[in-house]
């Protein structure tokens, strides 16, 4: 449930990478351990989304902190019975567009004429 957790304090939060410009839907994770966490009386983590993409050979990059997602926010839906992982539920983020953020980081590579890195995390 949570990707980063600080060592001086109790700060956690749950990190997503897109490989595109900032958008209002991205996936979660799955949603049994999001729903014990918030049975558990536990708040939702707050969210970091690193965008990366390109445009006419420009890199971009945003990274964006919720601190607050409410339930509202969260989607839950099943993947297939063909999918890797059968019947899995999971949840996805969604109307960010109304959830406040804050912008941790901006970044543009005027001079490159190559893609972003590929993304070797998992989420």
Known sequence: MY???CTGCTF???VKTNNCK????IL???YDIYEKVLK???LAPP???NFRWEKKGKLYQEIRFYPFVAKGNIKKYTLSPKARRANYRMFRYEKLDKVPF???YQSIDPNSNHQCPPNNSSN
Do not use: E
Request: proline share 5%; net charge positive.
């Open 12 to 14: 956690r939060a749950q």
């Open 28 to 30: 979660g994770a799955g």
């Open 22 to 25: 900032p958008k209002n839907v």
């Open 47 to 49: 969210l970091i989304v």
């Open 3 to 5: 990707d980063v957790q």
């Open 40 to 42: 558990a009386g536990y």
């Open 102 to 104: 804050m912008t941790l």
